[in-house]
């Protein structure tokens, strides 16, 4: 069975250039998840959806971050313009079922993002 | 506030030792779980264990939620293991939150 894929894997822009970041989740997985890790620290939540419903968003910068699931399968997380402090690995995770915080979840390899 | 804390945070041990890493945490959990960061930064299932002990050939965890701690035991440490590990635990907001982690480097 594939895991979750995620595309880039790297990425250099330079500041105030728009970035996009790619996941598949893996297959029949209802809800889904982005996370931001920086340097040294564990991964933290910006978003999830439940298929194509933003239900947790409160920690996503929604001044320059924006994000959509449609169809509720593949998901885009888009960062318009970036800024220095974006440097980061950004995670996607899926799990298998609705209201899925009980639920394990999988992470893809991440896209490192480093902002110039 | 909802916290959970990981020690050692740096553990550098010689090739077959042996090593327990602690999580604790600030509440009661709906879920916990253990992964391996390895050095190319891809996060790894180990366990998904909100209670109990389960065992994984050389790794096996323990939970106990009733004293908010779970454990994770590594034996016979080979050089594949080094990396970070995170316990990441889920408070019954629908998402993960992830300790500071523990670095963990195996020396031949």
């Known amino acids: 069975e594939a895991g979750v894929v995620q595309s880039p894997r790297y990425k250099i822009i330079e500041k105030k250039q728009p970035v996009a970041f790619w996941c598949n989740p893996i297959?029949?997985?209802?809800?889904l998840y982005w996370y931001l890790q920086n340097l040294g620290q564990g991964p933290e939540l910006l978003i999830r959806?439940?298929?194509?419903?933003?239900?947790?968003d409160s920690q996503l910068p929604k001044d320059r971050f924006s994000a959509e699931r449609l169809k509720g399968v593949d998901s885009t997380l888009k960062i318009q313009p970036a800024e220095l402090g974006d440097s980061a690995v950004y995670l996607c995770?899926?799990?298998?079922?609705?209201?899925?915080?009980?639920?394990?979840?999988?992470f893809g390899p991440g896209t490192r993002l480093t902002v110039l | 506030g909802i916290q959970v804390e990981q020690s050692p945070p740096d553990l550098i041990l010689q090739e077959g030792a042996n090593s327990t890493l602690r999580c604790n945490f600030s509440?009661?959990?709906?879920?916990l779980q253990w992964f391996h960061q390895n050095p190319w930064g891809q996060l790894i299932n180990l366990f998904y264990?909100?209670?109990g002990t389960k065992q994984n050939g050389r790794l096996s965890a323990t939970t106990v939620a009733t004293e908010r701690y779970s454990l994770l035991y590594i034996s016979s440490s080979q050089t594949t293991d080094s990396g970070v590990y995170f316990c990441?635990?889920?408070?019954?907001?629908?998402?993960?939150?992830f300790g500071t982690g523990t670095r963990l480097t195996i020396i031949p």
């Open positions: 995770a899926s799990s298998p079922r609705l209201g899925g915080g009980a639920a394990e979840q999988f």
């Open positions: 297959s029949g997985h209802n809800t």
């Open positions: 959806y439940e298929n194509e419903e933003a239900v947790d």
């Open positions: 509440d009661s959990v709906n879920n």
């Open positions: 264990i909100p209670s």
């Open positions: 990441a635990v889920n408070f019954g907001n629908e998402k993960l939150t």
